[in-house]
DNA sequence: GTGAAAGCGCTAACAC
DNA sequence: GTGTTAGCGCTTTCAC
């Protein structure tokens, strides 16, 4: 473990070697090419911003020479003075998972796209971690604004609309009605749908594996379940942690807890390939003797076995419109309001039917 | 489409409404803690940098100052000053990938736990985008040092080689002989253990299905498969590109060109996952029938039908290591130098047994 | 213990 | 067209 935090001061450490073959480079600033080409800095920096009013001769004989000299324009400096460096907060957790990842793929396309860098911001534990604090780091990276793509679970947000940062915030959310500035999935509405399928192919007895329900988008899941029954019972649940494994374990104590059970909606893929392994190894027929629903359609879900009835929501497209969003309300100076459910953009997943949750 | 490049001039677009109810908060600045505690903003820069030479009495003060007015120092100010931020750079491709994506939130843990904050920098396509651009922007941002974690395709970084960023590089590498200051995955190994599994259990004819073999990874697994048979034909061979569908796809042309295969070795779990599949539906039992071997041992694998045999390799350890070296080459200002393969770290995947390649 | 001055690399606002 | 001046927010001298 390497112990950095005390070389602050700038006393390196005592065993510094330096490769002999190869000088440390300092790095060419803005002047060295003002020298050289005999003007001012300012005419140079007129050229790397492409304004019009410098000589093309000028011009020419500058571009040369920062070719030659392999410069580039430091992007701290430029973003002190113009108060504006093109990069965006991002605040991340379990990227280990296939929805928050997904959804930065979409940011960093649409970022990229429109010119920013992204400062990611990482919430190791999101039901206690100081959102304050990750905020701070951000914003000291001046970047323009910020998005939010961490679990709402407990309070972790609610610091956030006490202290709005100075710069403009946009949520992903995993609900419908949420509170600020939102690009929101309908969560209940897909899992609904699932059940609702369930239902149609005539499965009488559901129950369900949920995700950790501190956090929004596994309960969210799970009310829309139960919406689309009459009545539900503390037997047909139970909470897996999103892997494989808690699915086969969860559905094992499903059988155990609610035999009459004929079907079962895992709120994730994973959940639901480990529910379908562990019903192939009991003996159950899957779909014959249970249904299986799972969430995300995962790539691969069409290939499980049998193949996966799951609901497809469009994680990436919702980075994407995050960060369009995040950039309109950069340009337009609009600031994060309290209260804007109507102007929050709402996605709706899609189910996908296959042969888990289909008889023949 | 957001349009953003024209606006870097400053002239804002028509539209622009600003909510009234909150006015934008300028930024807090060092100056303004100074002037409230009747200080100089050297006496409040020692107490941020947490200097011995302040008066206890005035140091309270000043930290009850900052903590009222919500200061948070400038991270660009600052490091624009001490030419050192805490930031190191990542090149990353392709991280809807297993691999990469581990690799990243193993970066990220060693980065975050030595207080480093990390600029990604992300390369679209790997066999022609421009590396000398991407390289510019990460320096651009004073990063410390680059940690290279793209695919090894082509000449991408023979560009590295002639033009040698003023910061270290460190390499994370899919081959055992790298020649830049690296931490490897021996994936050549990992495959020709795979591949004399299957040779153990009894299968005599192997096939393979490869990922892109532009990318080194991919050619490294490829040649590990090829090391453990006397001979290959090109029969056994069939390119896929990751997905599970493309190793549906390849396990039905290989039956076709390579009717006496028992066997197939395909080179993700995803692959294999979908080779499973089509030998399930074109009646091969697996294993009897044809033994089928993965890489990679995602969480799921374990759960498929039946459980997959693969190699594990410690991705997120990798990540980890190459930021401590690449911290310990900061520290000691070590600059990359060209060829050392003895130095760079050798990591060994290991081969995890479960059904698919064991009869009973 | 504390402050004044200079400067990091760049650009905005004005001059000429 | 081009140069000068000032300043972004902070830290590093070096005074006192």
Redesign the interface.
Known sequence: ??A??G????T??T?????D??A????ITIDQVAQQAGVSTQTVSRVL?NRPDVAASTRQRIQEIIRQL?Y??????R??TRRR??SLGVIVTE??QYGP??R??GI?EAA?????????G?M?HPESDDVQALL??L????VEGIIWTAPEVGNNWSALEN??P?VPVILISERADSRLAAVALDNRWGARSATEHLLEQGYKNIGIITGPLAWDVAHERYQGWQSALLEVHERQVVAGDW???S??RGLRQLIEQYPEMDAVFACND?MA??A??AA?EMGLQVPRHLGVVGFDNR??S????PPLTTVQHPLMEQGKLAV?KL??MI?????T?RIIPSEGTVLKPRLIIRKSSVEN
Chains 1, 2 share one sequence.
Do not use: V
């Open positions: 473990m390497l950095l935090t070389t602050l001061t700038g390196l450490t065993s510094q070697k330096r490769s073959d190869m440390l480079k300092k790095q911003n392999g580039q324009p430091s992007a701290i400096a973003g002190l460096n093109h990227l280990e990842m997904r930065l793929l960093k990229t796209a429109a010119g920013y860098s992204l400062h990611l990482f190791e701070n780091d914003l000291s990276w001046q202290n709005m100075p892997s494989a494994t699915g086969e994973q390939l480990g379908i392994h192939n790539p691969e069409a290939y499980y076995c369009h950039l309109e340009e337009t100076h609009q600031q309001t």
